[in-house]
Structures are given as structure tokens and as C-alpha cells.
């Protein structure tokens, strides 16, 4: 099937690309002696998760146990939440899932933890932990300087097992010249490293020291001590990523291919991807909803929910017509596939499969 006989708004998927993206993703990390373990958020499919490890990652990461599920069922067993477990719901859930998995997840509170030991111990059962540390985006995580002591709490929560630490460097996204982002990611490497030892060296084993973003995880995962990478984004990439000198847009595997629905002025092209196909959230300085690489003279300025707003750059216009079909970067590809219910994949305008993107919406 060509792609001209799909429906529009259609994410499609160029497995081309993609190949080449995760080629250069696991040979990084083998030369940086790291394990990859992937962020799954970005594309909640396990056809992808599973070609992620076929490529040679170790497992993946996971933001929610729902999205756990959703990949365990399709085989993919050895999994990381990335994220805190709170809630009786959440907990019962979690110790499913742990019978039939490898599964470990992340914490950062006293709390949180205590809830976890109580919940696994009534049990009979014990779950891996990783601390999560905050290197400097400011989100969830401890600070480095109290790490030491969480440990040690762990260490009398009998149910939990610790691994190691694990941070998202996402401050790397900040404005700033790339030197200064590759700069941030180096300095939470090193930070990362750093505790790690002072945990040893206090007699608190920590095989794991994983970091994870996208636009700088060469810096981050070059640092030696670092042991795990899990980037998300980049097995895809995005408009995004190559504002920020992450990638170029020859990189970029997802595309959605929309049509153009009205042109009520000389100077705007409507098309029919709005805010229901593309996301809003903007995760730099880059405020578009997406790039349209075969037309530069174009910029996604704006969304409402079934309408996307091109507008022509100064001094450019556009020969695109009602009806023509155009292809879409997005800004940003975790949320914009969080919207749809299946992507296609295509090698050069050949549609040859599709998927479901089984995790989308799975938030709990």
C-alpha cells in the first residue's frame, strides 16, 4: 500500500530510520561500556520495545505501572518504573506485575518507600529499588548531599532491595548554547558517579548508576562509573531534539502525514492535524508545533483541536493546494503519539505494517 491511501492525520513510522537510529544508539553505549535500557513513554508500542532489544538493550524503562503491564503482556519482562509507586491501587498492581517480571522501580521519599516495605513485606514478597537523585532539574529525586542517609534508611526497610541510583538530567533541555546543555549533562554524570563511590566506600553496594535524556546522553553516559543509559526520544527523534543539536532532520523516524483542508489566505495553510494529532507541550526554547521539512517556507504556529495554522515565512509564499498531503515532524513525539491509537510503518512510501500503540493512555 502507498502511503496516499491512508486516512490523515496518520503517524507513520520510517523503520529505516529507525534502524539507524538504534544502530547508533547501542554502538554509543557498547563503546561507553554502558547497558541501554530505554524509555518506552516515548512510543508506548512493544513492536518497538521489542525491536529495541533485539538491537541490544538489556530491558526498558517504563513511567507508570500501567504501561508496565502493557509491555509484560507482550513479553518484554524485565522492566524499570521510572517513577514513584504511590497508592494501595498502584501497590497491589505493582506485586502482580513483580510474580511474572523482573521488575524494579524508583523512589525518592521516606514515605514512599516505608508504603512499598509494608505492602511488599505483607506479602512475603521483596522488590529492587533504585534512588532516584536529583542532579539538577529539579523534579522528583533526593539531592545528592542526602543520599547517603537514604540509603541507609533503605537498608532497614527489609522488603526492598537497592540497586543503585538513577537521575533524569532533564535540565539539559534548558535554554542555553549546546555547550552549555552537553555541560549539564557531564557535571550529572559526574555527580552521579561521585555518590555512587561514597556509597561503597560506606559499605552500601550499588551496582546500578543510570542516567537518561535524549539530547545528551553521549556526555552523560561517557562519564566512567555511569553503567546505564536509558534515553527515550532518540530512537525516534523529533523536532525537538534537533533544535537542540541532538540530531538532524534526516534522523527524525516519525512523521505524520496530514492534508491540506483550507487556504484562507495567501499567507496560512490549514491543515487537518491540530491539537488532537500534535501535542502543545514544549520542551525548549522551539515553541512550533512541528517542522515541515519539505516545505521550510511553512511554520506550525498554531493548533486548535482539528486545525492546524501554517503561516508563511516573511517574504515566502506557498503553491500548496486543498487537498495535497504533507509530512510533519513533530515538536515533540512522547505526547503527540499519546494521542493516536496505532502508527503505520513504511520504508520509503510503502506502508508495510501497523501497530497499536497499546500503552497510549495508560497513566495510572
Not at 537523585?133 to 523534579?139: F, L, S, W
Not at 491540506?260 to 487537518?272: G, H
Not at 482539528?306 to 515565512?313: D, N, Q, S
Request: hydrophobic content about 40%; aromatic content about 6%.
Amino acid at each position: 500500500m502507498h502511503i496516499d491511501e491512508l486516512p490523515t492525520p496518520v503517524p507513520l513510522l520510517d523503520l529505516d530510520i529507525m534502524e539507524r537510529n538504534l544502530e547508533r544508539i547501542v554502538s554509543l553505549c557498547r563503546e561507553a561500556g554502558v547497558a541501554y535500557r530505554p524509555h518506552v513513554k516515548t512510543h508506548k508500542t512493544p513492536e518497538l520495545a521489542r525491536a529495541q532489544v533485539l538491537a541490544g538493550a538489556t530491558g526498558i524503562t517504563c513511567a507508570k505501572v500501567s504501561e508496565a503491564e502493557v509491555m509484560a503482556r507482550a513479553g518484554l519482562r524485565d522492566i524499570f518504573i521510572a517513577y514513584p509507586t504511590a497508592g494501595r491501587r498502584r501497590l497491589e498492581r505493582l506485586e502482580r506485575l513483580a510474580r511474572e517480571s523482573t521488575i524494579s522501580v524508583g523512589v525518592d521519599s521516606a514515605q514512599g518507600a516505608k508504603d512499598l516495605n509494608e505492602y511488599f513485606q505483607s506479602r512475603r514478597r521483596q522488590i529492587s529499588v533504585l534512588l532516584e537523585v536529583d542532579t539538577g532539574h529539579h523534579r522528583c529525586g533526593v539531592l545528592p548531599g542526602n543520599a547517603l542517609e537514604f540509603v541507609r534508611f533503605l537498608g532497614n526497610l527489609p522488603a526492598l532491595r537497592f540497586r543503585g541510583i538513577y537521575t533524569h538530567e532533564g535540565h539539559v533541555y534548558a535554554d542555553g548554547e549546546l555547550w552549555e546543555r552537553l555541560d549539564r549533562a557531564r557535571c550529572a554524570g559526574e555527580t552521579m558517579a561521585q555518590l555512587a563511590g561514597a556509597l561503597r566506600a560506606a559499605g552500601l553496594p550499588c551496582a546500578v548508576v543510570s542516567v537518561g535524556a535524549s539530547p545528551s546522553q553521549h556526555a552523560a553516559c561517557a562519564i566512567p562509573g555511569v553503567t546505564e543509559n536509558r534515553p527515550g526520544t532518540n530512537a525516534l527523534n523529533d523536532a525537538t531534539q534537533v533544535h537542540l543539536g541532538a540530531c538532524g532532520w534526516e534522523d527524525c523516524a516519525l512523521s505524520y502525514l496530514c492534508t491540506v483542508v483550507s487556504r484562507p489566505a495567501a499567507e496560512r495553510v490549514i491543515i487537518d492535524g491540530g491539537s488532537k494529532t500534535f501535542t502543545s507541550d514544549h520542551l525548549s526554547g522551539w515553541k512550533e508545533f512541528g517542522f515541515l521539512p519539505e516545505h521550510p517556507e511553512l511554520r506550525f504556529v498554531a493548533a486548535s483541536e482539528e486545525h492546524g495554522i501554517l503561516k508563511t515565512t516573511a517574504g515566502n509564499g506557498s503553491n500548496l493546494q486543498v487537498g495535497e498531503r504533507i509530512r510533519v515532524i513533530p515538536s515533540h513525539v512522547c505526547g503527540s503519539l499519546n494521542l493516536h491509537d496505532r502508527l503505520y510503518t513504511v520504508r520509503g512510501d510503502r506502508v508495510v505494517g501497523e501497530w497499536r500503540i497499546a500503552a497510549r493512555g495508560c497513566v495510572e
